[in-house]
């Protein structure tokens, strides 16, 4: 008899979506509620400093963009900010980690200082760099420069030096995530590809070039990924250190968009900002996830 | 970010540790305290029902600083007179504005009041979101004019609380600008307190000694509608600037262009190199530690270069006015927190909340938060003239330092300018518009006129909207 049981098959799937409904409620909630509003306001006009203009603003906000210096230059300082951090994660820890592989004992003590700063809130990191480390006169890197003789410098007062400031900061705080996802990747290798290698008298140069190096790839791939991601919607370390600043020097699309909404209160303007970025984002880790599926 | 312009937090929890010690150690200390607590004769004075809202509970916003702590301490005493219970919740002053406004617009009633920067009442007006106050201040059930005396209260803090000469909050504790500075160094030269922008240089110059880490001027330089947006448009007014022309704000007159060249150069020349990235607290430290011979700030930082644990300049300060521009004029701060109603309140609870607001503006409680407060920390931002000018506030002010209360009074009688800064709703925008471009300048990436010919473009931009 399939009736019965059919409708029991239904009633039991009918009691797991009820089960599930109050969690897909709260998710839906608090993901997606938050993202049509987004949607939403980057279409009006609703700026709360001259409410007597609010209303549907159309595409408005989105052509203004492409007038607004302050939009190219955050744009600039994003993708900037975002290849530089990334690539230098990927070189160094991948150095660090080849490094550390041939020491015999005591890995696991590197392991957990690596682990130090990953741990850190962005905002500690940020403020850290701002008072202890980066400050003229008595912050670590000041006292390095001056025993060189290279003088002091007000390294987050100079929109360069700044710059390279937070773009040290946040490689500072992510390589040891590469250099984790790497150094776990590497002691996976199979020696004896190595030892084969060795007796066809392949230099070093040619063994990481040839062999380390594409076997690593997904896992280098997947790094790249994830921390483009992240550098692409950095905030909290730049905000602490210099707010975006001197000027807008270190104001990358994340810390406009937050300015616009927050500080000049132009919601409107701020939300599309924002919708621009998370397009970028999501093309951006589309396209990578496509070549690292392309290529294997 | 960034836009502390009051007492540090640190400064504040010093106090508060320090009275806390005193209450705990010596307990007898504390006794006229609790007498005084219930002594409300002078509150009774009032032809007013204070327990018209009784019942009612309302939460205040207020940034931590010592001034704000003094009237949190007081607290009960309000509590014993309406029967209104209070809430504060202290709100770094960086994201004060933004708490209010995201109360304000959602209309979630969270803070009944708050402490209100002054430059945004037209913006909260503009989307109505506090009440208007004279409507309170002319009803004679809710306010005894003649014991609240609203016209003794500083008048430049009542103007900067208005808008199209309605009232819109009460000032609590204000400050202006004045200049600091090292009477034993400038007595050794020969210097007097400069009277004018160029008598200020030459001072300047002749106390900088960068190889004995010796400074001559400090000005807030760090980027921010409340640091250097604070300090530029004194200047920029002293230079003969004006805001706007006709109904158009303008940025880059000249007079802008040379004002803010004179900030460059004077920060470039004589003050400490890593100024530029200061707000008060770091300038009032570096001068407590001897490096700086002179700066413009708010008299109430006087607290932090008087502190006998920190400060190795003690009794070696002295104050004097803003010099004067080119145009002759000296122009200081209009700074002061004030108290707003929040207009999504119900009835009752604005009632409460005027109550609370007429309670912490009237003259015996700001004398409560001063000369009679039990505690170290004896405020300095009145909000009346009359307190002012009282012998006990002259007492408690003593150790201030040469001249303290004759350079502020002045200052706030003659100097004080309501528009010192462009009040308009957009001025959030402006400021910060403003900021990032005189900063882009004092850090030398731009010229004066092209830094503030971005200003101006960025801000017709944003008044496009």
């Known amino acids: ?296 | 970010m960034t836009n502390a312009h009051h007492p540090s937090r640190r400064g504040a929890l010093q106090r508060g540790l320090a009275l806390g010690a005193a209450a705990a150690a010596t307990p007898w200390l504390a006794m006229p305290a609790a007498a005084q607590a219930d002594d409300l004769g002078p509150y009774r004075a009032a032809k007013i029902n204070w327990r018209q809202a009784e019942g009612e509970s309302i939460s205040v916003a207020v940034i931590p600083a010592g001034y704000f702590d003094n009237l949190i301490t007081l607290a009960p005493q309000f509590e014993a007179l309406t029967g209104v219970k209070l809430r504060f919740e202290r709100v770094p002053p960086g994201q004060i504005r933004q708490k209010a406004m995201l109360d304000l617009s959602s209309k979630t009633a969270t803070f009944a009041t708050h402490a209100a920067d002054p430059m945004y009442y037209p913006v909260y007006t503009a989307n109505r979101w506090v009440e208007p106050l004279d409507r309170y201040l002319n009803d004679a059930t809710l306010t005894d004019a003649a014991w609240f005396n609203y016209n003794d209260i500083l008048k430049a803090w009542r103007d900067a609380d208005s808008v199209d000469g309605k009232p819109y909050g009460i000032p609590y504790d204000g400050e202006v600008t004045v200049q600091v500075y090292r009477k034993d160094l400038y007595d050794a030269r020969g210097l007097k307190p400069a009277d004018t922008l160029d008598q200020l240089l030459a001072n300047a110059k002749a106390l900088t000694d960068p190889a004995n880490r010796m400074f001559g001027l400090a000005l807030r330089g760090f980027a921010g509608a409340g640091q250097n947006m604070y300090v530029y448009p004194s200047i920029f007014r002293s230079f003969g600037g004006s805001w706007f022309n006709g109904s158009n704000l303008v940025v880059n007159s000249p007079q802008a262009v040379a004002a803010l060249e004179w900030y460059v150069n004077a920060l470039t020349q004589y003050a400490p190199p890593a100024v530029r990235n200061w707000n008060w607290p770091d300038i009032a430290d570096a001068f407590s530690q001897g490096t700086v011979g002179c700066y413009i700030d708010a008299h109430s930082s006087a607290s932090v270069i008087t502190n006998p644990e920190k400060s190795k300049v003690l009794g070696k300060i002295g104050y004097a006015r803003w010099p004067k521009g080119p145009n002759g004029k000296r122009v200081t701060s209009i700074w002061n927190w004030g108290f707003p109603i929040n207009a999504a309140l119900s009835e009752k609870q604005k009632r409460a909340t005027w109550l609370f607001i007429s309670w912490a503006a009237s003259a015996e409680t700001q004398a409560r938060t001063s000369w009679k407060f039990a505690g170290p920390g004896k405020r300095s931002g009145l909000n009346r003239s009359s307190l002012w000018r009282a012998p006990e506030f002259a007492q408690a002010m003593q150790g201030a330092g040469d001249n303290f209360i004759n350079a502020a009074l002045e200052s706030l009688d003659q100097d004080t300018d309501v528009e010192w800064r462009p009040r308009m709703p957009q001025w959030p925008a402006v400021g910060e518009a403003m900021a990032t471009s005189i900063q882009a300048a004092l850090v030398g990436q731009k010229k004066a006129k092209e830094a503030l010919d971005e200003a101006q473009a960025r801000i017709q931009q944003v008044l496009k909207g």
């Open chain 1, 1 to 296: 008899m399939p009736g019965p049981s059919s409708s029991f098959a239904q009633r039991e799937r009918r009691f797991a979506l009820a089960l599930l409904a109050p969690a897909l409620l709260l998710l839906l909630l608090i993901t997606t509620a938050p993202l049509v509003y987004l949607l939403w306001a980057s279409v009006q006009r609703l700026d709360m400093s001259m409410p007597w203009l609010s209303g549907f603003a159309g595409a408005a906000n989105y052509v203004k963009m492409g007038g607004d210096p302050r939009f190219w230059n955050s744009l600039t300082l994003t993708v900037i900010y975002t290849g530089s951090t990334v690539v230098l994660q990927v070189l160094v820890g991948l150095a660090l980690a080849l490094l550390v592989l041939q020491i015999p004992k005591g890995q696991g003590l590197f392991r957990i200082a690596a682990i130090l700063p990953i741990v850190l809130a962005p905002v500690v990191v940020g403020l850290f760099w701002r008072t202890l480390v980066l400050a003229p006169d008595f912050g670590l890197v000041d006292l390095v420069t001056r025993a060189l003789g290279l003088g002091s410098h007000n390294w987050l007062g100079d929109p360069q030096l700044a710059l390279i400031s937070v773009i040290a900061i946040h490689t500072w705080q992510w390589t040891p995530f590469a250099f984790l996802v790497l150094l776990a990747t590497l002691a996976t290798l199979p020696p004896d590809v190595f030892e084969a290698a060795r007796l066809d008298r392949a230099g070093a140069w040619q063994r990481f070039r040839y062999i380390t190096l594409p076997l690593i790839r997904p896992a280098i791939v997947m790094v790249i990924i994830l921390r483009t991601m992240t550098a692409l919607s950095a905030f909290a370390a730049i905000f602490a250190a210099t707010g975006g600043g001197p000027g807008s020097s270190t104001e990358i699309l994340n810390l406009y968009a937050y300015r616009t909404s927050f500080t000049e209160l132009n919601i409107g303007y701020g939300a599309s900002l924002a919708t621009v970025l998370l397009a970028l984002t999501l093309a951006v880790s589309f396209f990578l996830f496509k070549r690292r599926r392309g290529r294997e």
